[in-house]
């Protein structure tokens, strides 16, 4: 069975604290991504990657960073927690644009910045 | 630029109930459309997809139909049950990146 984990279900964290998301699958797959779900405005974009070390901004990358070593593991980084960064954290891989575009999902991270 | 507008929930149906969730989207060309289904404490899958106008995908009971003319992609069910009590996201394929409409939610009483 496809599987895309994440780290952590929950986390709590203070403000100005530097927070690590992990993220891993094992499909192989070239892309991976970070979104952020809150309420009524759905699943937003923070940042992607096609390939390892390759990262590209998505449509809110402001407050993150990401890192790619390798294939299966996708990391995101709040480099200084704030409170509006409370969320849920979606990760998420896929292979390439084909007859196959699924998005595979992880059960997301509940983070509370405090 | 590329975006997907659902119908506001919470949706609140009894069992057996027909289902209706609206969706229609903005966007250059004719992207895949995909309704994609998050239940309690889990993250997003699959539910259905369509490539092409006028193509119907369907899963578990569930259908949508690719509309182009009305740019178009409405969920629908025959006969909700107490199990498809989740929330449901309408997105289309931008390029390798989807975009995601703000889900409903739709709770179902038995």
């Known amino acids: 069975d496809v599987k895309v984990t994440q780290s952590s279900r929950y986390l709590v964290k203070r403000t100005g604290e530097k927070v690590f998301l992990e993220c891993v699958q094992d499909?192989?797959?070239?892309?991976m991504f970070w979104y952020r779900q809150d309420p009524g405005l759905g699943l937003r974009l923070i940042y992607f990657?096609?390939?390892?070390?390759?990262?590209e901004k998505g449509d809110i990358p402001e407050g993150y960073s990401v890192s790619r070593e390798k294939k299966e593991r996708f990391s995101l980084i709040l480099e200084s927690a704030s409170t509006n960064q409370t969320s849920m954290y979606l990760c998420?891989?896929?292979?390439?644009?084909?007859?196959?575009?699924?998005?595979?999902f992880g059960p997301g991270t509940r983070l509370t910045v405090l | 630029g590329d975006s997907v507008t659902q119908m506001e929930g919470p949706v609140t149906l009894s069992e057996e109930a027909f289902l209706t969730i609206n969706c229609t989207y903005t966007?250059?060309?004719?992207?895949?459309l995909f309704w994609y289904v998050q239940y309690p404490g889990e993250g997003l899958q699959l539910l259905l997809k369509?490539?092409?106008?006028?193509d119907k995908g369907s899963n578990k009971g569930f259908e949508a139909t690719y509309r182009k003319e009305t740019t178009s992609f409405h969920l629908e069910k025959g006969s909700v049950q107490v199990s498809d009590s989740a929330v449901y996201f309408c997105?289309?394929?931008?390029?390798?990146?989807?975009?995601f409409g703000p889900g409903t939610r739709l709770s179902v009483l038995p």
């Open positions: 998420a891989s896929r292979t390439p644009s084909g007859i196959y575009n699924e998005q595979f």
């Open positions: 499909m192989d797959h070239e892309n």
């Open positions: 990657s096609y390939d390892v070390k390759m990262k």
């Open positions: 966007a250059t060309g004719y992207p895949s």
């Open positions: 369509a490539t092409k106008a006028d």
């Open positions: 997105a289309l394929l931008r390029g390798q990146n989807f975009v």
